[in-house]
């Protein structure tokens, strides 16, 4: 009988993606089938079919899956992951509203999140994106402030321990964080190129990178958007951690927090114990979930 071996996708492309296998070895593997649900991050079972390709037998159950949707389809981002890193930048500018879908997913999924602002070596920008981000310190988020181009060692002990996502837009510096934070990262990505024969691939698919034997990193591509229509009204408005308190609280069991009379968030709002621009993102983020 064909042996089978276990592995963990570290680069997806299409419906290619390559496994690492138990003695460190890098093998490309096909699914069985067109379609294909297989992402970076997955566990796996595997069997060879020629001597430098294999076939992706079963996936094992996930503890997380990180993924984002619009009304048509849906995006996989990265599996079995412990802990979200937000990236943004003092410059160029951040959109709070993809910092905050970012933040329901992770809250769906039970994943540890932090939130780093990149390129604080840039006073007058980053006094600005601090006042931005002020409103999530405030309800309990922990926010790194660091430049990649100079020193990350604060970050490196909140990677211990975890398998983490980095996502944020593009031009936040990501690529900078991972080369700072990997020296060779380059060269592994290299190394995929080659096993993979597609280079020119390598910066639109995430990748996994191992920094020790508990800890990993997964680097996705930049994202404009982060699509949530998978998820439910009652799910966003948990995804909105300080709401908690007030939900079931409001004089209709549908409410919808806008301009509905007894609404407890919009008293809240009034009272200044909820953020006004926290309420405006969540009434746009359920208008448009995609």
Do not use: W
């Amino acid at each position: 009988m064909e042996q089978t071996l276990n592995g963990r996708i570290v680069a997806a492309f299409g419906r290619q993606y390559l496994v690492r296998l138990a003695d460190g070895s890098l093998l490309p593997c096909l699914t069985r089938g067109k379609k294909s649900d297989v992402v970076c991050g997955d566990k796996v079972e595997i069997k060879r079919s020629g001597d430098n390709q294999g076939v992706i037998e079963r996936t094992a159950p996930r503890t997380s899956l990180l993924h984002r949707s619009d009304a048509y389809r849906s995006k996989l981002i990265a599996a079995n992951v412990s802990q979200i890193i937000i990236v943004v930048a003092a410059e160029p500018s951040f959109s709070d509203e993809v910092v905050t879908r970012c933040l329901i997913a992770a809250f769906d999924q039970h994943l540890s999140v932090l939130i780093v602002l990149n390129k604080c070596d840039l006073p007058v920008p980053a006094a600005a994106a601090r006042l931005q981000l002020a409103p999530y310190r405030a309800i309990g988020y922990h926010v790194l402030e660091l430049s990649a181009l100079q020193d990350v060692a604060t970050l490196r002990p909140l990677l211990t321990g975890h398998t983490s996502v980095l996502v944020g837009q593009s031009g936040m510096g990501k690529s900078t964080l991972i080369n700072a934070l990997l020296p060779d990262a380059q060269a592994a990505t290299r190394e995929i190129s080659t096993v993979l024969d597609s280079g020119k691939h390598t910066t639109t698919h995430a990748k996994l990178y191992k920094l020790d034997e508990e800890s990993s990193l997964i680097d996705c591509p930049g994202v404009q958007a982060f699509g949530l229509h998978h998820l439910s009204l009652g799910e966003i408005e948990q995804g909105f951690i300080e709401f908690d308190k007030y939900l079931g609280q409001c004089r209709f069991r549908d409410c919808h927090h806008l301009h509905e009379p007894g609404c407890a968030l919009l008293e809240a709002v009034a009272k200044g114990d909820i953020n006004a621009r926290r309420l405006e993102l969540f009434q746009q983020i359920a208008a448009n979930k995609a």
